[in-house]
């Protein structure tokens, strides 16, 4: 079984840096998913729109839980 590292600010490739950086400064922390994802910055950068365009579209509370 191969192992994924999970990255942090200081150690993920430049393009994931400030998405990585920015997360942790609204949230105070980084999910190990993101830290995974941020070997591949333009993966990275695909979930977090996804998620964000999902946070933003006309589904209720309970609809987005």
Do not use: C
């Not at 980084?30 to 910055?41: D, H, S």
């Amino acid at each position: 079984m191969s192992s994924f590292k999970i990255h942090n600010v200081d150690s993920a490739p430049e393009g994931s840096k400030e998405i990585l950086a920015n997360y942790k400064k609204r949230n105070g922390m980084i999910p190990n998913l993101f830290g995974v994802l941020a070997e591949a910055p333009d993966l990275l950068e695909a979930y977090v729109s996804l998620h964000q365009w999902f946070q933003s579209s006309s589904l209720n509370a309970e609809e987005l839980t």
